[in-house]
């Protein structure tokens, strides 16, 4: 039998996802919510529409869950929007608009 990290109950995939995401986790929340506007800014600018949630993750070095929490926390402060079950709806607000009122 060799001796492999599945019989420790960490598989292969998990240790290349923490080396691969150890920095990830080193960066502040305002760090975070930078790059998510800068990634769905860019992803916009490129494509049209808004990025699902994997695909903003991915443009801005994040987990999902990590990206899901930040875009909750930017949605709470009027930075983003969406149209809830609509694909592509997620937009940044314009500074105008931000902050200026409830939902």
């Known amino acids: 039998m060799t001796s492999d990290t599945t019989d420790m109950g960490v598989g292969p995939r998990r240790i290349a996802a923490t080396e691969r995401g150890s920095d990830e986790w080193m ?3 305002l760090e975070r ?3 998510v506007l800068d990634a769905l800014r860019s992803f916009r600018r490129k494509r049209g529409y808004g990025p699902t949630v994997k695909e903003l993750a991915f443009n801005a070095g994040l987990t999902a869950s990590q990206t899901r929490t930040v875009l909750h926390d930017l949605r709470e402060g009027g930075s983003v929007t969406w149209d809830h079950g609509v694909p592509g709806s997620l937009r940044e607000v314009p500074d105008d608009e931000a902050g200026g009122g409830e939902s």
Do not use: A, L, M
Request: charged share 50%; glycine share 0%.
């Open 33 to 35: 919510s930078d790059r």
């Open 27 to 29: 960066f502040t929340r």
